[in-house]
T-cell receptor
Framework: NAGVTQTPKFQVLKTGQSMTLQCAQD?????MYWYRQDPGMGLRLIYY???????DKGEVPNGYNVSRLNKREFSLRLESAAPSQTSVYFC???????????????FGPGTRLTVT | GDSVTQMEGPVTLSEEAFLTINCTYT??????LFWYVQYPGEGLQLLLKATKADDKGSNKGFEATYRKETTSFHLEKGSVQVSDSAVYFC?????????FGAGTTVTVRA
């Protein structure tokens, strides 16, 4: 069981370039999430998808777009990268559905992105 | 909105010392509470959880009790090892989303 996988593991972009971070889970989970991790700030939610076909903004959505391609895959796109988007990005998933709060989230290994 | 406050680090300990990391929360309703651990270069892993008041979560020698009256979920371990060096995050699960504390870096010296 692979769990949650993310590609790429590392990426360096120049300001203004675009890229898509890929995430897939093989656990048949309903909900998927994108977070960014910055020193001293914990994890902040960028976007989430509570079920296939739906997406919602989190705390820090500006500069990002997402696609829930199917139940397995949830991608994060940076249309015009900025140095402020230098961070470690984590994808996560959970089996939870509507009204279920007790399930933990399962995290991928992360993508380290540097924007110069 | 929901929020989590955990003690700031970094924390440096000797092997076999007692570890406590304080965590308090603000939330509407009755959230589930979690401790996640992040080892160097890796993603987050669930360490333990508690889903209702007075529940005690435990795993790998770590424990935390869900205290509704003090809105706390402090993490404790009686005798730490070098392999416990990591960043620890307290989190609560509100409506569809996890809210994380800032993380506490723990270093255990041999």
């Amino acid at each position: 069981n692979a769990g949650v996988t993310q590609t790429p593991k590392f990426q360096v972009l120049k300001t203004g370039q675009s890229m898509t971070l890929q995430c897939a889970q093989d656990m048949n989970h309903n909900s998927m999430y994108w977070y960014r991790q910055d020193p001293g700030m914990g994890l902040r939610l960028i976007y989430y998808s509570a079920s296939e076909g739906t997406t919602d903004k989190g705390e820090v959505p500006n500069g990002y777009n997402v696609s829930r391609l199917n139940k397995r895959e949830f991608s994060l796109r940076l249309e015009s990268a900025a140095p402020s988007q230098t961070s470690v990005y984590f994808c996560a998933s959970t089996p939870r559905g509507w009204g279920e709060s007790s399930y933990e989230q399962y995290f991928g290994p992360g993508t380290r992105l540097t924007v110069t | 909105g929901d929020s989590v406050t955990q003690m700031e680090g970094p924390v440096t300990l000797s092997e076999e010392a007692f570890l406590t990391i304080n965590c308090t929360y603000t939330a509407t309703g009755y959230p589930s509470l979690f401790w996640y651990v992040q080892y160097p270069g890796e993603g987050l892993q669930l360490l333990l959880k508690a889903t209702k008041a007075d529940d005690k979560g435990s795993n790998k020698g770590f424990e935390a009790t869900y205290r509704k009256e003090t809105t706390s979920f402090h993490l404790e371990k009686g005798s730490v090892q070098v392999s416990d060096s990591a960043v620890y995050f307290c989190a609560l699960n509100g409506d569809y989303k996890l809210s994380f504390g800032a993380g506490t870096t723990v270093t255990v010296r041999a």
